[in-house]
């Protein structure tokens, strides 16, 4: 396995496919080819990431929620 890139307060992107052991023993498996691993523990499908870790802020008035990392 070897780790693309880190950005503070966002994914671990991975080259796949992986295995991932959990604390409770038990084994997840991705085939894809890169790989987002949670590090914020916000995501619902952890230890992947689900791009929880957006912030979502209203912009002026009439515009649409822009998006953050952080």
Do not use: K, N, W
Not at 24 to 52: I, K, M, N, W, Y
Not at 55 to 63: C, E, I, L
Request: charged residues 25%; hydrophobic residues 35%.
């Amino acid at each position: 396995m070897r780790v693309l890139m880190v950005e503070p307060g966002g994914p671990i992107l991975v080259e796949g496919p992986v295995e991932i052991e959990l604390a409770d023993g038990s084994v997840v498996v991705c085939e894809r080819p890169l790989v987002a691993l949670c590090t914020c523990r916000r995501s619902r499908r952890h230890p992947f990431c689900d791009t929880s870790h957006r912030r979502r802020s209203a912009g002026p008035a009439g515009q649409a929620p822009l998006s953050e990392h952080g």
